[in-house]
Antibody, heavy 121, light 108 residues
């Protein structure tokens, strides 16, 4: 059974940092690209980063580029997201999501339950 | 960037009725690379349909997807109580991948 378990969320002041983690199990982690997708309270879905299976390729939208960094440790089956220079508009539930491919176009076939990031003074 | 517009915003129906949800793209979706997700309150999204019309593993056959190019439809043939939720479309044919804003299917 595929499981994705996020952790690391919390309350942080504007300008602060957090590191999110996603522990994966039930599949060969190193074979698949992974993403972080966020959902602001009462809002829709926004992909905030993707990393290829090897970690050699990454993607960020302009809204987070230069502030967020995605990484992975295939030996630990764990995905990470480093969030720096946080803003109020980054407040959201952050989901870890498994893609169906190693790299290139793909959708998400499994999602974690999310970890909540709240940016407020 | 491809903008996906879902309609209606909210669909009020009774159990047993047919639901038809629309997802319209601002440009052609390459290879009909479009998926539908279902999200219930307090839960993560669940994959329903991929490549516009293929049901994901374990998805009941009352869910069907259709369409091509810029116009896509998710149909729920007979609504079950557990189908009342928010539904999102997403295209993955062009970068950046984009989501629609969602359609809420609520009990009338």
């Amino acid at each position: 059974e595929v499981q994705l378990l996020e952790s690391g969320g919390g309350l942080v002041q504007p300008g602060g940092s957090l590191r999110l983690s996603c522990a994966a199990s039930g599949f060969t982690f190193s074979n698949y690209a992974m993403s972080w997708v966020r959902q602001a309270p009462g809002k829709g879905l926004e992909r905030v980063s993707t990393i290829t299976n090897s970690g050699g390729g990454t993607y960020y939208p302009d809204s987070v580029k230069g502030r967020f960094t995605i990484s992975r440790d295939n030996s630990k089956n764990t995905l990470y997201l480093q969030l720096n220079r946080l803003r109020a508009e980054d407040t959201a539930l952050y989901y870890c999501a498994k893609r169906v491919v190693a790299s290139g176009p793909g959708y998400f076939d499994y999602w974690g339950q999310g970890t909540l990031v709240t940016v407020s003074s | 960037e491809i903008v996906l517009t879902q309609s209606p915003g909210t669909l009020s129906l009774s159990p047993g009725e047919r639901a038809t949800l629309s997802c319209r793209a601002s440009q052609t979706v390459s290879n009909n690379y479009l998926v539908w997700y279902q999200q219930k309150p307090g839960q993560a999204p669940r994959l329903l349909i991929y490549a516009a019309s293929s049901r994901a593993t374990g998805i009941p056959d009352r869910f069907s997807g259709s369409g091509s190019g810029t116009d896509f439809t998710l149909t729920i043939s007979r609504l079950e109580p557990e189908d009342f939720a928010v539904y999102y479309c997403q295209q993955y044919g062009s970068s950046p991948q984009t989501f629609g804003q969602g359609t809420k299917v609520e009990i009338k």
